[in-house]
T-cell receptor
Framework: DVKVTQSSRYLVKRTGEKVFLECVQD?????MFWYRQDPGLGLRLIYF???????EKGDIPEGYSVSREKKERFSLILESASTNQTSMYLC????????????FGPGTRLTVL | GQQLNQSPQSMFIQEGEDVSMNCTSS?????WLWYKQDPGEGPVLLIA?????ELTSNGRLTAQFGITRKDSFLNISASIPSDVGIYFC?????????????FGDGTTLTVKP
C-alpha cells in the first residue's frame, strides 16, 4: 500500500513563528506536492517537486518555501507564520508522468494565533 | 491560473437517491480525475478519465469525460451513508510530466439515513 504520512494532524502556532510541515512517502515517487485546502476554495497548489533538490512554484507560493533533500521527504516551511495561513495542508506524491495518480496524506490542520 | 467550476457546492440527499455533480473548464484538459475526501482524511482517487467521450464506472459511481474536453460529470447511484464526504474534480493538461492537476472547489455530500 502506498503511504504518505504527515508529521502532525493538528498544529497550533503563534504569529511570526517559523513552522515546518513534514511529509514522507514510502513508494519511491519522484513527484511530491503541497496543497492548502480552504472551504469553498478547493485544493490550491503551493509548491511541487519532481526530483531531489528540485522545486517549482505552484499557484500560491507566497509566504511559503519548501525543501527536498531526500527523495522520500518534502518539507513545507512557513518562515513567519501569519493568521491567513491558518488552513488544512495536504501533501501528495506520484510517479513521474501525467497519467499517474496522486496519493494524498491525511492532512495537517494548522492554526496560527 | 486555470479555473474549474464545480457544481453543486453542496448536496443534502436521502439514502437511496442518485447524485449527480459536474465540472466545467474554460479550456481543454487531457485527463479528468474524480477524488473523494472522507472527513479527516486526504482525497482518494475514485475514477480517472483519459479520452474524450470516455464513460467509466467504479461500482455505483460513473464518470464521463465530456466530448468538448471542457467538462466532466460524476454520478453516484443508490447513495448510502458512507458516500458522505467532499468530491473533487481535477483536470490535467498534456505534457505535465510532474502530474500537476487543477482542482475544483469540491461538492460536499450529506446523506441522510
Amino acid at each position: 500500500d502506498v503511504k504518505v504520512t504527515q508529521s502532525s494532524r493538528y498544529l497550533v502556532k503563534r504569529t511570526g513563528e517559523k513552522v515546518f510541515l513534514e511529509c514522507v512517502q514510502d513508494m519511491d515517487h519522484e513527484n511530491m506536492f503541497w496543497y492548502r485546502q480552504d472551504p469553498g476554495l478547493g485544493l490550491r497548489l503551493i509548491y511541487f517537486s519532481y526530483d531531489v533538490k528540485m522545486k517549482e512554484k505552484g499557484d500560491i507560493p507566497e509566504g511559503y518555501s519548501v525543501s527536498r533533500e531526500k527523495k522520500e521527504r518534502f518539507s513545507l516551511i512557513l518562515e513567519s507564520a501569519s493568521t491567513n495561513q491558518t488552513s488544512m495542508y495536504l501533501c501528495a506524491s506520484s510517479l513521474v508522468g501525467s497519467f499517474n495518480e496522486q496519493f494524498f496524506g491525511p492532512g495537517t490542520r494548522l492554526t496560527v494565533l | 491560473g486555470q479555473q474549474l467550476n464545480q457544481s453543486p457546492q453542496s448536496m443534502f440527499i436521502q439514502e437511496g437517491e442518485d447524485v449527480s455533480m459536474n465540472c466545467t473548464s474554460s479550456s481543454i484538459f487531457n485527463t479528468w480525475l474524480w477524488y473523494k475526501q472522507d472527513p479527516g482524511e486526504g482525497p482518494v482517487l475514485l475514477i480517472a478519465l483519459y479520452k474524450a467521450g470516455e464513460l467509466t464506472s467504479n461500482g455505483r459511481l460513473t464518470a464521463q469525460f465530456g466530448i468538448t474536453r471542457k467538462d466532466s460529470f460524476l454520478n453516484i447511484s443508490a447513495s448510502i451513508p458512507s458516500d458522505v464526504g467532499i468530491y473533487f474534480c481535477a483536470g490535467r493538461y498534456r505534457n505535465t510530466n510532474a502530474g500537476k492537476s487543477t482542482f475544483g472547489d469540491g461538492t460536499t455530500l450529506t446523506v441522510k439515513p
